[in-house]
Nanobody, 120 residues
Framework: VQLQASGGGLVQPGGSLRLSCAAS????????VGWYRQAPGKQREVVAT???????NYAQSAKGRFTISRDKAKNTVYLRMNSLKPEDTAVYYC???????????????WGQGTQVTVSS
């Protein structure tokens, strides 16, 4: 199954973006999913996760500003990002798998990701 992240771009501080993660098949119904990001010179970090039971978890930096959601009919997971800050600048990735892998971002392969740049 292939995952394609999209929706990134250049946005001013305080702005919003909605990222999409489209799957080539029905994987989100039976797997947990996560959004991750990697800023230049930093390690990739977990941003938000969503279980098959619709439980969510957010990095402290994302709480109250980001929302992860899933549209099973469209095989797509979203990350709504509000009140964006320059420190949110990074390449954002999505990935899917067992919850233990998703919570720690433990995957052997990653897609291309989508660039988010927050700057005035």
């Amino acid at each position: 199954v292939q995952l394609q992240a999209s929706g990134g771009g250049l946005v001013q501080p305080g702005g919003s973006l909605r990222l999409s993660c489209a799957a080539s098949g029905d994987v989100f119904s039976s797997n947990s999913v996560g959004w991750y990001r990697q800023a230049p010179g930093k390690q990739r970090e977990v941003v938000a996760t969503l279980t098959t039971g619709d439980s969510t978890n957010y990095a402290q930096s994302a709480k109250g500003r980001f929302t992860i959601s899933r549209d099973k009919a469209k095989n797509t997971v979203y990350l709504r990002m509000n009140s964006l800050k320059p420190e949110d600048t990074a390449v954002y990735y999505c990935n899917v798998g067992p919850l233990s892998n998703v919570l720690k971002g433990r995957f052997t392969s990653w897609g291309q990701g989508t660039q988010v740049t927050v700057s005035s």
